[in-house]
């Protein structure tokens, strides 16, 4: 029983990661269809959109009570491909990649209705950013890479650690190469858990980076940018489980 308990404890940070992928294709799915019928009665589509909000919140709050019991394993994932973990940072995205992806869809959805604009015709979504917009977007993004960078401080310094007593000083103490010492394994437990106090920081950023850019952007331009956000996302897994099958990887 106490091996099939800690079986399934293990599985829990995999259980969740695939949870959040079946909620992201069902929450895209459900904006796709608010915007099929959309008739610039914004009401329905914020109740949607802070509901995505919502569920990505619950998603980084297993999140953080799960890396608790076993962080390492959020910062290379065997639930995630090889694709997906070469674009990690800090065990999830960059909190600004949300940011790049609004400045692309601006650009690339005004050119594809340049000449609808010109003639006078509005679409209301993120080809439409207003000069107001495009300043509160711009001083979010001097923020939220600030705070990348104190963050990206911060797991250097722990990923510097391994080369500091009292790691190192055991480690040639013993002739058994990576013998069991409850010294080491207290030192490693400490890590473990200054990783999740960082990956929950890290999600914090996440979080309130998307909640501040919902909040600057109208109800349609908002539900623009998640449905991009989730097509790249499930798109990518996608991707990298072909490649990883390509490769020979499970």
């Not at 109740?47 to 919140?57: G, P, R, S, T, Y």
């Not at 009292?166 to 190469?177: D, F, Q, S």
Request: hydrophobic letters at 40%; one cysteine or more.
């Amino acid at each position: 029983m106490k091996m099939a308990s800690s079986s399934a404890q293990l599985d829990q940070p995999h259980l969740c990661f695939q949870s959040w992928i079946a909620q992201q294709q069902a929450d895209l799915e459900e904006l796709l269809q608010a915007l099929t019928i959309y008739k610039g009665d914004d009401t329905h589509l914020n109740l949607i959109v802070e509901k995505n909000i919502q569920h990505f919140q619950e998603y980084t709050e297993k999140r953080s009570i799960l890396a608790r019991e076993n962080a390492t394993s959020f910062f290379a994932p065997s639930w995630c491909t090889s694709l997906e973990n070469s674009f990690l940072w800090i065990a999830g995205c960059r909190p600004s990649l949300a940011i790049r992806l609004v400045y692309s869809l601006c650009g690339s959805e005004l050119e594809a209705q340049l000449n609808e604009f010109l003639q006078g015709v509005r679409k209301g979504n993120l080809g439409e950013l207003s000069a107001r917009q495009l300043s509160l977007v711009n001083d979010l993004q001097c923020r939220t890479i600030r705070e990348e960078e104190k963050l990206s401080t911060q797991m250097a310094s722990l990923q510097e650690d391994i080369a500091d007593q009292p790691l190192l000083t055991k480690a040639n103490e013993y002739g058994l190469i990576g013998a069991s010492i409850e010294h080491v394994d207290t030192t490693l437990d400490e890590h473990a858990l200054a990783l999740a106090g960082i990956l929950e920081e890290a999600d914090k950023l996440r979080l309130s980076t998307l909640k501040e850019l919902i909040n600057i952007l109208t109800p349609l331009q908002a539900a623009d940018l998640l449905v991009a956000a989730k097509k790249l996302h499930l798109s990518i897994h996608e991707w990298g489980k072909r490649r990883d099958r390509h490769h020979g990887r499970p």
